[in-house]
């Protein structure tokens, strides 16, 4: 069975969602940068997000993670970006995965046979887990995260202004 994954996006030129939109990303703006560890609530701690559901006697609180996950799901619609939700144990097919990593398939089979994403099969076809594909992306963005840090550390500036061939 094939996971059917949503996608999201907000491409309206109607001004009074687009301000509708921004007002909620401005709500739930506490937490303003990645790395910047303030939340919602340490910002508005009088102000607690909640959500109100018709027929329902007493608003329910947002969790601190909901209410990061949504500023961050309204800025990126604001800004005119796709945002897609999908469950962290999905199980993925090889294409699927691949889009994820944006390589292509025979690629990433090429990965999936080397042991560096652990995989299943379902008669002939290979599946694996979304985890198991964010956890590969994540080391592998890492080691060339490293890589690049050690050839920049390598480079002695001094030469390479005194270099010819760069100008």
Not at 138 to 159: M, T
Request: aromatic share 4%; glycine share 6%; proline share 5%.
């Amino acid at each position: 069975m094939r996971t059917k994954i949503r996608h999201y996006s907000f491409l309206s030129d109607d001004a009074g969602e687009r301000s509708v939109l921004a007002m909620i990303q401005r709500f739930l703006g506490g937490k303003k940068r990645r790395g910047d560890e303030r939340t919602f609530r340490d910002v508005h701690s009088d102000k607690a997000p909640v959500i109100v559901i018709p027929g329902c006697d007493a608003p329910i609180p947002l969790t601190n993670e909901l209410t990061e996950m949504l500023h961050d799901v309204a800025s990126e619609l604001l800004q005119g970006k796709s945002v897609t939700v999908i469950s962290s144990s999905v199980e993925l097919t090889t294409q699927d995965a691949a889009d994820i990593l944006g390589i292509s398939r025979p690629t990433l089979i090429r990965v999936l046979e080397s042991g560096a994403i652990p995989f299943h099969t379902v008669g002939r076809h290979r599946r694996v887990q979304l985890d198991d594909v964010l956890e590969y992306q994540h080391r592998h963005q890492e080691k060339a995260r490293v890589a690049l840090d050690e050839l920049a550390a390598d480079e002695d500036p001094l030469l390479t202004l005194e270099n010819p061939l760069i100008r």
